[in-house]
């Protein structure tokens, strides 16, 4: 039966990227005919790179208020922190004996966070696609919401996936779908449509925060970059404009259009006349999530309860997966 799993790190902000490639997205599948659907704040994730230890409890709860506020149910899915469900970590050690070295130094993910210092790069960050792996598979998900960044780990959850039913001769974990789709699986920097738009970026207004008030919102999107030229009328016409392409894919996914539906509507305008209508647009959108989130935000032991809850809900699917597992490896117990 199709089960739908996906996470996000409870590292900093929420921004814009996060919301339109992984959040809106989960919210639909919500509400879609899956049997499940398994939404985590992945903390254990987020400490392979060191986080003060209050600021992630907090970075945890906020990102819990994020995922309510954007409009996931704890009534349809499930809602977890990961550290709460340890059969996570429990399975993501079998597959670190699954999972081969040089599998892992191929992921651009990791040569990217850990620089040219790859020696000082903590073990769990090279580590990080196999506990991904096994995040999505103790619960035999098989459809993976994220966005275009996450692709190469999902192949790799794949190939963990084969090679364990291949070693063990059986057909137990599924081969996961990656659900990359609409128009805005990689948003881009807002000063450089070239780069992705990322918590890391030592530029605020490089991103839209979720937790930006309307002000910020708009003057960060009257100060994008942007080029000369009037919007075209069919999206063949962005192709070498990376900046304007992106504030199109942005409309284009915060009204829920294609984006020659947009440009049908505003092709020929200027961009003096498209940042405010793009302004107003995510004000819209981002407004009332970032007060919801504010609100939950002040209660709480309310969201350590849905957490509580969630992690007692997924442990009745996790449970029993690990110890087939467990079986099929020829642990005793
Ligand atoms: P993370 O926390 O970096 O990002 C969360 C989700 O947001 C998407 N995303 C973007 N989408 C479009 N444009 C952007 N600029 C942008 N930036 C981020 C990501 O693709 C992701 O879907 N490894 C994952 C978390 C994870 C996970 C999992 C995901 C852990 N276990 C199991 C799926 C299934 C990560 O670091 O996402």
Redesign the pocket.
């Known amino acids: 039966p199709p089960r739908v799993?996906?996470?996000?790190?409870p590292?900093g902000d929420l921004?814009l990227?996060?919301y339109?490639?992984?959040l809106q997205r989960f919210v639909r599948m919500q509400d879609e005919a899956y049997e499940q659907t398994v939404f985590?704040m992945?903390d254990l994730?987020a400490i392979t790179v060191w986080q003060d230890p209050k600021e992630l409890a907090h970075s945890t709860r906020e990102l819990a208020a994020g995922f309510i506020a954007s409009g996931l149910s704890p009534e349809k899915s499930i809602l977890i922190n990961q550290s709460q469900v340890p059969e996570h970590a429990q399975l993501a050690w079998i597959f670190n004996c699954v999972a081969r070295m040089g599998w892992m130094q191929r992921m651009t993910q990791f040569k990217d966070k850990a620089g040219k210092n790859a020696e000082k790069a903590s073990l769990g960050l090279f580590a990080?696609p196999a506990?991904?792996a096994a995040?999505?598979l103790i619960y035999h998900a098989t459809h993976?919401?994220?966005?275009?960044?996450?692709k190469q780990?999902?192949e790799l959850t794949r190939d963990i996936a084969a090679k364990f039913n291949h070693d063990y001769g059986v057909d137990f974990f599924p081969l996961t779908e990656p659900v990359i789709e609409g128009a805005?699986?990689?948003?881009?920097s807002l000063r450089d449509g070239t780069k992705?738009?990322?918590k890391s970026d030592p530029s605020d207004a490089s991103r839209i925060n979720m937790t930006d008030d309307a002000d910020a919102i708009a003057k960060k999107i009257r100060k994008a970059k942007t080029d000369p030229d009037a919007l075209p009328s069919e999206a063949k016409g962005l192709e070498q404009r990376p900046e304007a392409r992106n504030l199109v894919n942005i409309y284009a996914a915060l009204s829920d259009q294609s984006v020659d539906q947009v440009l049908a509507e505003v092709g020929g305008q200027q961009f003096g006349a498209f940042k405010p209508m793009l302004a107003d647009l995510a004000v819209a959108k981002l407004s009332p999530i970032s007060t919801e989130m504010a609100r939950l935000m002040a209660e709480p032991d309310e969201i350590d309860k849905i957490l509580a809850r969630g992690a007692a809900q997924a442990r009745e699917i996790t449970a029993p997966i690990l110890q087939k597992t467990y079986d099929i490896i020829g642990m005793v117990r």
């Open positions: 799993f996906s996470g996000i790190q590292s921004h990227g996060n339109l490639g992984a985590c992945v994730h990080y506990l991904m995040d999505i993976v919401p994220v966005g275009e960044d996450q780990h999902l805005a699986t990689r948003v881009m992705k738009m990322s």
